[in-house]
């Protein structure tokens, strides 16, 4: 059974699960299921659950924490709330996330933790390929700041619409499930880096018309940034090239769905956001990648949107100058 078709099969069961028992029946098929999903030493199945309410509780946590002998990361809280939950975050409350860190302050370590909570490792490492460049040391127009570094793909200022549309059915060139989340706005609305990384992948292609890939600096999280504009759909961008945390990478489109370049085959405008988890080389391209929902992430990264400014080019630039501890040289 293939990464994609799993995805499919467990977020039915959620979705059916209405009741407290079939919750939590539910939870048990998954855990149950994530021993043989980490055979050959790396991780192959995620589903990223992680409500925005999690995150923001999570991260208020780190913060308020940050730079005392009881730091706590966030990525810690989200992986026991994982474990407590099973994955499934329908029924999340800020009580569980006070309780944890309660555990913590009363004697108990993340280390005991952990070997008291089963899947704590496995939500660890999935949630921390999913979130971990999102959070530490960082400047901000020449001052340094600890917190929330990722961003928004959509710059501040621009409105968009979006729900809910990761798996729906798509069916251009072949029947497929849709492995990203649409962003709806007007054509020219600045795309924002949300993480700091590299040019991977830049150009045409078929599906997502003009696009870029930009890969994490530690090779887990491939962003893929889909239908920009005709015509004039990036920044000064190469591949191999290296962006910051909310540069502006490009421009709202509705490109697409042809095999002829810069062709508009798109009905409405919109980004297609997509986030990929890479736990192995092999993972990139294939079966076996996996692509995660980013609809609570993007509704979480809405508290961090960068403002733009038009230069004389016609070109947009970041109103603040980000620079991030970690960046390579």
């Known amino acids: 059974m293939n990464g994609k078709i799993r995805r ?8 059916a699960a209405l009741t407290l028992t079939a919750i939590a029946a539910a939870s048990l098929v998954k855990t149950a299921e994530l021993d043989s999903l980490r055979t050959g030493g790396y991780i192959k199945w995620v589903d990223f659950g992680v409500t925005a309410a999690a995150m923001s509780d999570a991260l208020a946590v780190d913060i308020s924490t940050y730079g005392t002998e009881n ?7 989200l992986a026991y709330l994982g474990a407590k939950y099973g994955g499934n975050f329908s029924h999340y409350r800020k009580s569980d996330t006070d309780k944890f860190v309660k555990l913590l302050g009363s004697g108990e370590s993340t280390d005991s933790l952990s070997v008291k909570m089963k899947y704590f490792s496995y939500y660890r490492e999935a949630y921390g390929a999913a979130l971990c460049g999102f959070v530490g040391d960082f400047y901000r127009d020449g001052e340094k700041l600890y917190g929330l570094r990722a961003f928004s793909p959509i710059a501040d200022g621009y409105y968009y619409q979006h729900y809910d549309d990761f798996g729906a059915a798509r069916s251009f060139g072949y029947r497929r499930e849709h492995l990203g989340h649409d962003m709806m706005g007007q054509i020219g609305t600045p795309i924002i880096a949300v993480e700091s ?33 005709k015509d004039h759909p990036y920044a000064d961008l190469s591949e191999g090239d290296i962006v910051t945390a909310g540069d502006v990478i ?44 980013v609809y609570e992430l993007t509704k979480f990264l809405y508290r961090n949107r960068m403002a733009v400014t038009k230069c004389d080019n016609g070109e947009y630039r970041p109103k603040s100058q980000i620079v991030i501890y970690d960046m390579p040289d």
């Open 250 to 293: 490009g421009y709202l489109g509705m490109t697409g769905y042809s095999d002829k370049e810069n062709v508009n085959n798109i009905n409405i405008p919109h980004l297609h956001f997509g986030l990929q988890l890479i736990f192995d080389a092999s993972q990139k391209d294939g079966n076996g990648e996996i692509w995660i929902d």
């Open 197 to 229: 990384g590299y040019v991977e992948a830049i150009g045409w292609n078929r599906y997502g018309g003009w696009r870029i890939g930009i890969r994490s600096f530690d090779n887990k999280r491939y962003y893929y940034y889909a239908h920009l504009r």
């Open 8 to 15: 499919k099969i467990v977020s039915g069961v959620i979705t």
């Open 71 to 77: 730091h706590i990361s966030w990525l810690d809280i």
